[in-house]
């Protein structure tokens, strides 16, 4: 979740001052403790009096620290810098329709301790407010370091104005939950869509800057997250990657929002599990081999068609986007190598062979949301993303 400058923008001192501030300080991040000033004033292009100049608001900001550099060779060792990850912290959650899940993430992304509590069935979002304000605040609290800012992760629609405008895991339309969260916790609330928050931890552990993604996430839903050239895209109603309760030719049942053939219906988790218990999954994960019951050989079944149901939906995102790269996320993830090589198999058919790539599992598992929503809680208010190597 990425902001980017207008060119209807002026470029007054203050915004380039803000703009010069988040380049040193994502450079300090990158950089893991192994930056010097003149190395950010060289990799940047800003004059080295600029960089002192931030890098001191920086200092006394509690954002970054200066140590001493060994020797190498002639003349005082350059100081180096790195990010402060003992004085500040954020809060992270991960809103389900059964559960919240919330933690403590550093400023290098270091996720510290977690916790989660169960929801009242339909949960309202007084409920979820009831449920995660003492959580967070006990994580905090245990945490000592000066809260940021908290980022929630929810499954649905979230509007420019922090408002979640549809989600329907949860039945809720147009639900203020950023608004009581920040009055209740005392700190900055950012709200972000599940598989959006996926993609921007994605993006924080991308090998190589700059990488384009297809991120799925798949649970009680379907949604997706685009990361386009290091960024990830969110449409202009923030509504890019809704493609649940879309038809791509996979199924022909009715679908919970009325419609009939969403992808939802043959390819979500629900839809794969029928009522058998999700660590049924860990049962038929490995592809080939004889399975015990008619119930395992059912549920692989599903799986493998919600793979080729899926692939369906990646050969026209990828197709339209040019990108290879996908990461599947969410509980599914327990179908393992079964899903990924349904999902592989299916693509070899419908495209090129030089355009199959063989798809990944997200990197932080079940943290990917909220250390995505913290990730997207860190660039809201800093302007930044770190970068777990």
Known sequence: MTRSVRITEKATPAVLRERNTELVLQSVLAGGGTVSRADIARSTGLAR??????????????????????PSGRGKPATLLRIDTERHCLLMADVRPAEVLGGVV?????????????????????DVVAALVPMLTALAGDDRRA??????AVPGIVSPEQRVIEALQLR??????????AAALGHEVVL?????????????????????VIVLHIAGGIGSAIL????????????????????VGVSDRRCECGRRGCLETV????????????????????????????????LAARVDHAGRSLAALLCVQAAILDIGDVVIDGPIR???????DAIERELAVRLPPSDVRRPRFSTMAENSIMHGAAATAMHHRLGVIWHVA
């Open 49 to 70: 009096a600029v960089v002192s100049q931030i890098m001191e608001g920086l200092v006394s900001r509690r954002l970054v620290v200066e140590e001493a550099g060994r």
């Open 106 to 126: 550093g400023l290098d992304g270091a996720i510290g301790a977690t916790a989660r509590t169960a929801l009242p069935a339909r949960p309202r979002g007084a």
């Open 147 to 152: 809260v940021l800012s908290a980022g929630i």
């Open 172 to 181: 809720w339309r147009d639900v203020d939950l950023a608004g009581p969260l």
């Open 192 to 212: 972000v869509n599940d598989a959006t928050a996926v993609g921007m931890s994605e993006l924080s552990v991308q090998s190589r800057a700059g990488d384009s």
């Open 228 to 247: 386009l050239d290091g960024r990830v895209h969110l449409g202009e109603r923030q509504r890019a990657g809704e493609v649940g309760h879309i038809d």
């Open 267 to 298: 390819a979500s988790l629900p839809a794969v599990l029928a009522g058998a218990p999700v660590e049924l999954l860990d049962a038929v994960s490995s592809p080939g081999g004889a399975l015990a019951t008619p119930e395992l050989e059912a």
């Open 334 to 340: 327990r179908a393992g190598e079964r899903l990924l």
